[in-house]
């Protein structure tokens, strides 16, 4: 089973923005970084690296890129134009895989395996998110358009399943993972312990 990653690369003030009023533009580049290791080592449990692809935004030049493609041998890609709904289309265009997000933390190993067995039986498959969205998305045929999809509004993963449930046998695998995009996210991580490895190591820049 092929495993898509797709990451923004950890440039301050270009990434996990939504993270900075609580973090500073530094402080969310570095948890991006985090997030993103965690992802990988997550996808390389599940299937191995020869299985895995990291898809970068803007492109795969950032340091960060190169070190994690050095670490675990896995391939780069461009991710390339459009809005996430043209990425991931052109991303799942090659066969049945798994896509999923850096910022999808609470996703593990036994949760990508899960995902590959249930896509068996269906065409496309949604792992929810809590807060309106989806941590992973499978495919065995090519995406529909998503055109239209407002993302990060809390109503993506009911508009992408209309979509894809017209297109195709369609599939939702509990229960939902949250990923990690703000800072009530940030607060909730550190009082539940999920992130515990990654923000008991970082004090925000600015307190709020």
């Not at 509990?174 to 990654?198: K, M, N």
Request: glycine share 10%; net charge positive; hydrophobic share 40%.
């Amino acid at each position: 089973m092929r495993v898509l990653v797709f990451a923004r690369a950890p440039v301050p003030g270009r990434c996990k923005t939504r993270l900075i009023p609580r973090l500073g533009a530094r402080g969310a580049a570095w948890v991006q970084r985090r997030l993103l290791e965690r992802a990988l080592a997550t996808a390389v449990a599940a299937f191995g690296a020869e299985a895995l692809t990291l898809y970068c935004a803007p492109d795969s030049r950032h340091p960060h890129f190169r070190s994690c493609q050095r670490h675990w041998g896995l391939r780069l890609a461009r991710q390339g134009p459009g809005d996430l709904g043209a990425k991931m289309r052109r991303a799942l265009a090659g066969g049945p895989a798994l896509l999923l997000g850096s910022d999808a933390y609470a996703l593990d190993p036994e949760d990508l395996r899960r995902a590959a067995t249930a896509l068996a039986d269906c065409d496309y498959l949604l792992i929810p998110a809590p807060d309106g969205g989806y941590s992973l998305i499978g495919a065995r045929r090519p995406l529909p358009s998503l055109a239209g999809v407002a993302w990060s509004s809390g109503r993506e993963r009911a508009q992408s399943l209309r979509r894809l449930r017209r297109a195709g046998q369609t599939r939702e695998l509990g229960p939902a993972r949250a990923d990690f995009d703000t800072p009530a996210d940030w607060r909730r991580a550190r009082r539940s312990g999920e992130l515990a490895p990654l923000v008991n190591k970082f004090q925000p820049e600015q307190p709020r």
